[in-house]
């Protein structure tokens, strides 16, 4: 592109010098005009690499044999390089008077009609050719920094979701299958009790199994819901209404427990419906597994500004049994999703075994329901009365 356009200047310089009268000091000897044009547009060729030298021996050289193509090439070049306007308008007034002077020296007079227009043309078209790609240069670095930064929002989210979901299959698995290993190690312990009872317990066993699958299955349907047809969770999510049933199955592996609700409970939102039942939840599974035979109370009170829920397991009355190993995950993915919710989670050990979780998860995390205002507030209901 160089030497094409050092070609163009070099051709147009030696033909305006043999056509047109007027060549600056060598007026009058149109062969010398056209060598000394032609040198000059040659020139053009290191304007990148020696831009203040060229354009100042081309000026002169227009002063000398009139060579506007090297001039205009000259101009549009320093004007795409500088972005000063003191300089441009400097470099424009050096130009326009070398103009002038080639012009008074080859006997046309002053035309300033046609000089100001010759100079300030090639140096505006350089300057917006060059802060044109400026621009584009700029918003494609601009279009990089977004995608880096989208990808690592991506990349954040899925770190978030990955965790969101390992807390998930703990909260639904681990406590199905710690009923699971418990009945057959009462199985294994009570083998005389006769076939009858064997048999309803291996019921349990595979009714427990089976909906530790069922819910594994619809937590990975979530994954490839968006793939395949007909594998996202068919079954609604936990709610206050389950506690009932999750404290019946407890009970029936022989725990004590009393479970005490007050409030509209069964009108929160959602969340804190779910996030109800997976602290209670969390709590039964540990006292099952690390205080067996404790008395367990489990209390959630829906005050005006939180839900207040307390889960206390007294000390065990026999040795916890082997086989129910803890990865140490559920407390600390419990505090995480009531962070979430703008609620606080602690837990209390003693030396004698006796074990106490408190949580709080506020109201104001959400928009008022209109429904729960419509709803009358439940009495509150005492369970201690329905114990195996």
């Known amino acids: 592109m160089d030497a094409a356009v050092a070609l163009a200047a070099v051709a147009y310089g030696i033909g305006d010098s043999l056509v047109l009268p007027t ?29 203040r030298s060229v354009t100042g021996v081309v000026l002169a050289s227009h002063v000398l044999c009139y060579a506007p193509g090297a001039v205009v090439v000259m101009l549009y070049t320093v004007g795409g390089m500088y972005r000063s306007w003191l300089r441009l308008l ?3 007034l050096v130009a326009l008077a070398a103009q002038t002077a080639s012009s008074e020296l080859g006997g046309t007079g002053l035309d300033l009609i046609h000089g100001v227009p010759f100079v300030a043309t090639p140096l505006l078209m350089g300057l917006y050719v060059a802060t044109r790609h400026q621009l584009i240069a700029t918003m494609r670095q601009q279009a990089v920094t977004h995608e880096r930064h989208e990808a690592l929002l991506e990349e954040r989210a ?7 979901i390992a807390r998930e299959l703990h909260d639904v698995v681990a406590h199905r299958v710690s009923h699971v290993v418990l009945i057959a190690g009462a199985l294994q312990m009570s083998a005389d009790c ?32 968006s793939e ?53 939840q969390e709590a ?7 205080a067996p ?27 916890p049994g082997d086989g129910l190993p803890s990865a140490g995950y559920g407390l600390v993915g419990l505090a995480e999703r009531l962070r979430v919710l703008g609620g606080t989670f602690e837990t209390t050990a003693q030396a004698n075994g006796a074990f106490r979780v408190h949580a709080t998860i506020p109201h104001r995390a959400y928009p008022p329901d209109p429904e729960r205002n419509a709803h009358p507030q439940e009495p509150s209901r005492d369970q201690s009365d329905d114990r195996r």
Request: net charge neutral; with cysteine; aromatic share 4%.
């Open 194 to 225: 006769g076939a009858d009872w064997v048999r309803q317990e291996a019921e349990r066993i595979r009714r427990a199994g089976t909906q530790a699958l069922t819910e594994l299955r619809d937590i990975l349907g979530v994954l490839t819901g």
């Open 293 to 319: 035979g404790a008395t367990v109370t489990a209390d959630v009170r829906d005050h005006h500004d939180a839900v207040q829920i307390v889960i206390a397991n007294g000390p065990p009355t026999a040795s």
């Open 23 to 51: 060549s600056g000091l060598l007026t009058g000897k149109p062969h010398w005009a056209a060598v000394a044009a032609g040198s000059t547009g040659a020139l053009v060729l290191w304007r990148h690499r020696f831009p």
């Open 228 to 280: 395949s047809e007909g594998t996202a969770p068919l079954q609604p999510t936990p709610t206050a209404a389950d506690l009932d049933a999750l404290v019946a199955d407890c009970r029936h592996l022989g725990m004590d427990i009393t479970l005490r609700l007050h409030g509209a409970v069964n009108t929160l939102p959602s969340a804190t419906q779910v996030a109800i039942y997976r602290v209670v």
């Open 158 to 164: 899925r770190g978030e979701e990955r965790t969101r």
């Open 284 to 290: 039964l599974t540990n006292a099952l597994k690390h």
């Open 90 to 92: 400097t470099l424009g």
